[in-house]
Antibody, heavy 117, light 107 residues
Framework: QVQLQESGPGLVKPSQTLSLTCTVS??????????WSWIRQPPGKGLEWIGY???????YYNPSLNSRVTISDDTSKNQFSLKLSSVTAADTAVYYC?????????WGQGTLVTVSS | DIQMTQSPSSLSASVGDRVTITCRAS??????LGWYQQKPGKAPKRLIY???NLQGGVPSRFSGSGSGTEFTLTISSLQPEDFATYYC?????????FGQGTKVEIK
């Protein structure tokens, strides 16, 4: 059973960079079976796909965030990470990591990141 | 971007009711669509993949249909544990996009 766990600061100051890591257990992120994604959900609102990293390190980002987002992986630690630069209050959200496969997907429990001074 | 228009945004229903939620894509997405259930404070859980395939462990009262631009999630007999918010997700084209959500509430 694949399990995912997000980690990182719960509070980030405006204009700084939000950094989160997702640790995957029970499966290898380099296997090619899944697209390793980040999704976020502002309080009381819907879901927004941020982007993913896949296989040999190919990445795809939501153009609405493209210039501020970087997703990378560390296969030696079986982790993948999100960096979102120049954050504002609008980036306050629960951030989820997910392993998306056509036949099954897995999600972390989510972590709330608040942008505030 | 492909827009996913989900309707209704909310509905009130009773236990035992048949419930139908629709997602309409702004352009054809074949069957590259999943349906998710989210309960408060929890991560979304996929119920249906590839538009009409039931995820393992999901009760058979859930079903999905459609292809191209029109998709439907049906709950044949609503149970107390089904009160939640439901989302569709298209993964045919980048960026992947979710519907706005449908909140299913107790009548």
């Amino acid at each position: 059973q694949v399990q995912l766990q997000e980690s990182g600061p719960g509070l980030v100051k405006p204009s700084q960079t939000l950094s989160l890591t997702c640790t995957v257990s029970g499966g290898s992120i380099s296997s090619g079976d899944y697209s390793w994604s980040w999704i976020r959900q502002p309080p009381g609102k819907g879901l927004e796909w941020i982007g993913y990293i896949y296989g040999s390190g190919s990445t795809y980002y939501n153009p609405s965030l493209n210039s501020r987002v970087t997703i990378s992986d560390d296969t030696s630690k079986n982790q993948f990470s999100l960096k979102l630069s120049s954050v504002t209050a609008a980036d306050t959200a629960v951030y989820y990591c997910s392993g998306f496969g056509r036949y099954i997907d897995y999600w972390g429990q989510g972590t709330l990141v608040t942008v505030s001074s | 971007d492909i827009q996913m228009t989900q309707s209704p945004s909310s509905l009130s229903a009773s236990v035992g009711d048949r419930v139908t939620i629709t997602c309409r894509a702004s352009q054809g997405i074949r069957n590259d669509l999943g349906w998710y259930q989210q309960k408060p404070g929890k991560a979304p859980k996929r119920l249906i993949y590839a538009a009409s395939n039931l995820q393992g462990g999901v009760p058979s009262r859930f079903s999905g249909s459609g292809s191209g631009t029109e998709f439907t999630l049906t709950i044949s007999s609503l149970q107390p544990e089904d009160f939640a918010t439901y989302y569709c997700l298209q993964h045919n084209s980048y960026p992947w996009t979710f519907g706005q959500g449908t909140k299913v509430e107790i009548k």
